[in-house]
């Protein structure tokens, strides 16, 4: 039954998610005015503005302009209702459900919004880092100290990145949201979580971008959003970074 309730409210913070997602790009308010038709303007009614079902009964379309419903909505709410699960899976009900499943939320959002508009809003990565060092204090195997050092391994290592990439290259290859972004996610996952998802991100990003230059015929100077990478990266160091240290230790014998 918990199970059940994690996956609908998985699915309506995923509807907040999107909110978020269209919003603070724009620099408007999450909070008002209430959801509205970003096409028509007209406002949603409650039964229109139910996760996932109210997409299928209006076939994707405003009920009003009939207006097509990006399938950003439904996937946003999906993965999140996913992860909702998968983490009270994890977790059960406890601190560590709640502070990480707020983690995956805000990189949810940070992922989708890189995607579009290649930032990472500091109104999520900043107040992350401070988030994430609180739940040190009360997550059972997280250290105030374990979180603090993540923090600044994350942020400093890719500052130190970015400064050299610029001196050697005289533009910006590293924003300074990602700096920033892997800052937040080793305040919550701690300092080897950072090393593990730098490889991991390092790799799934190079991957991805080798065939998108060669599918799109670019450069290796084709800028790609690196914030999706480092939020994939953390999540696997989530799930299954003990697992994959454990795994790496015993090949190294």
């Not at 079902?53 to 709410?77: D, F, M, T, W």
Request: with cysteine; proline share 5%.
């Amino acid at each position: 039954m918990w199970h059940i309730v994690s996956i609908i409210f998985g699915a309506i913070v995923g509807s907040f998610l999107n909110v978020c997602i269209y919003r603070l790009p724009r620099g408007e308010s999450i909070i008002t005015p209430g959801s509205h038709c970003p096409h028509c303007q007209t406002p949603i009614r409650f039964y229109d503005n139910i996760p996932l079902v109210s997409y299928l009964l209006l076939n994707g379309k405003c009920r009003h302009c009939k207006a097509i419903i990006s399938l950003q909505y439904p996937l946003v709410e999906g993965v999140t209702a996913l992860s909702s699960f998968l983490l009270f899976t994890k977790f059960g009900p406890s601190w560590g459900y709640l502070f990480y499943f707020s983690f995956v939320a805000s990189l949810i959002v940070i992922t989708v919004i890189d995607l579009y508009h290649q930032i990472i809003p500091d109104v999520i990565s900043l107040p992350g880092i401070g988030i994430g060092l609180l739940a040190s204090l009360v997550l059972p195997k997280m250290t105030f100290l374990n979180s603090l050092l993540g923090a600044l391994l994350g942020g400093g290592s890719l500052f130190l990145v970015a400064t050299l990439y610029h001196w050697l290259f005289k533009r910006e290859g590293m924003g300074g949201g990602d700096v920033k972004l892997l800052a937040m996610i080793g305040a919550f996952l701690g300092w080897r979580a950072v090393i593990l998802t730098i490889l991991l991100s390092s790799l799934i990003g190079s991957i991805t971008g080798v065939i998108m230059m060669v599918a799109k015929g670019k450069d290796f100077k084709y800028a790609i959003p690196f914030g999706p990478f480092l939020s994939l990266g953390a999540v696997i160091s989530l799930f299954y970074g003990e697992k994959i240290i454990v795994w790496y230790l015993y090949l190294s014998r």
